[in-house]
């Protein structure tokens, strides 16, 4: 059973940085996507960041040129770092693994860690 353990967040003033990190076990194939996602309270969870396993990089529009993504294949581990901090960015973060291939019937299986929690204050 694959399992996602997510580390970082907490409490930062505005301006400053965090980082996220989240590492996957239990899978005998390797992630099609790693990523990060965010829920606000009332509002929907939205991407945050994203990575696939060639290499290519989608950022929310929101977080582009504050966070950068990134992954080690080697140990299942992705990790967000944001700079820039507003508190806009206050939300419940969410890792996401996905695989995808003919040992998932070719249809997207997703994965998520339990959330941590980013405070930004103003």
């Known amino acids: 059973q694959v399992q996602l353990v997510e580390a970082g967040g907490g409490l930062v003033q505005a301006g400053g940085s965090l980082r996220l990190s989240c590492s996957a076990s239990?899978?005998?194939?390797?992630?099609?996507?790693m990523g990060w996602y965010r829920q606000a309270p009332g509002k929907q969870r939205e991407l945050v960041a994203a990575v696939t396993s060639d290499g290519s990089i989608n950022y929310g529009s929101s977080v582009q040129g504050r966070f950068t993504i990134s992954r080690e294949n080697g140990k299942n581990m992705v990790i967000l770092q944001m700079n820039s901090l507003k508190s806009e960015d206050t939300a419940v973060y969410y890792c996401n693994f996905r695989l995808w291939g003919s040992y998932t019937g070719w249809s997207p299986r997703d994965y998520w860690g339990q959330g941590t929690q980013v405070t930004v204050s103003s």
């Open positions: 239990g899978s005998a194939f390797s992630f099609s996507a």
